[in-house]
């Protein structure tokens, strides 16, 4: 059954407006733009999933740049699902200039579709589980799509580090909008739904750009976080490299499967 009565911290009107400005751009087209967080994610799905004939389901697709990416690099036929208008809008525009051939349903994901059971080998959130106070009951929802045998993908940013200190500090509307955990935290969730946890990884090193300022007012801050941005870019070009932990990474991904 659909899970309409779990509380969500956000409301389709703030993906409308996060959508609305949003830029389309396809993931990893031009490796001197892609942001470093998103090649951490492209290394950690190459040594996790198989190339090979498989149906994917992005969950919170809006606007999405990672279902033509599934689709071009793994081969993967790609479905996505989102509540708002526009970001499906946007979502179905980056599958074309992609040449993509992919299906978006405009459809809350927490409804009964009946007809999207256990249809898929991928079950995919880049983002949605961190806005739900309960993790462990929109991972439950989410693996409802999973066929058995088949993977649920959760990955969300680490705003348990400095980086979503620096969410809170620049912009608490949005980091109100999320519930701050550490990795342990998904992995649970995934274990409570019946799934097996297969991997689970911090992502990413210290990268300001993660920080969201939708909303936001005040040259002061603008300046401060363009400062933050060119200081993260800096410190990708040094000989070493932050721990991927808690305290330092951007992101963080569990990767579980479905019992047959």
């Given amino acids: 059954m659909g899970n309409n009565a779990l509380v969500a911290l956000t409301q389709e009107k703030y993906w409308s407006e996060v959508w609305s400005s949003a ?9 001197e733009r892609v942001e470093y967080l998103e090649q951490e994610y492209h290394r950690f799905f190459q040594g996790s999933l198989a190339v090979r004939a498989s149906s994917l389901l992005e969950v919170g697709c809006g606007s999405s740049k990672w279902m033509p990416y599934f689709a071009r690099t793994f081969g993967y036929k790609v479905t996505g699902i989102d509540y708002s208008r526009i970001g499906c809008s946007q979502a179905s525009e ?18 009964e579709n009946h007809d999207l059971l256990e249809r898929f080998d991928i079950v995919i959130s880049l983002g949605l589980v961190e806005h739900f106070a309960d ?9 409802r799509f999973v066929r058995p045998g088949g993977l649920l993908i959760s990955a969300s940013p680490n705003l348990s580090g400095i980086v979503g200190w620096a969410q809170l500090i620049f ?53 401060a976080s363009r ?19 808690r305290l330092w990474s951007s992101g963080m991904a569990v990767i579980a499967s479905k019992p047959s």
């Fill in 171 to 223: 912009n608490r509307p949005v980091y109100d909008g999320h519930l701050p955990f550490t990795l342990q935290h998904p992995e649970e969730a995934h274990r409570r739904s019946g799934l097996v946890v297969q991997r689970a990884a911090y992502l990413g090193g210290l990268d300001f750009h993660q920080v969201n300022l939708l909303g936001t007012r005040g040259r002061v801050k603008w300046l």
């Fill in 94 to 111: 980056l599958l074309r200039r992609a040449g993509v051939t992919g299906d978006v349903l405009y459809r809350d994901a927490l409804a």
């Fill in 135 to 143: 993790t462990s009951e929109i991972t439950a929802s989410l693996a």
């Fill in 23 to 31: 830029r389309l751009e396809l993931p990893l087209a031009d490796p």
């Fill in 227 to 245: 400062l933050l941005m060119r200081l993260s870019r800096i410190g990708w070009k040094a000989p070493f490299s932050c721990p991927r932990n």
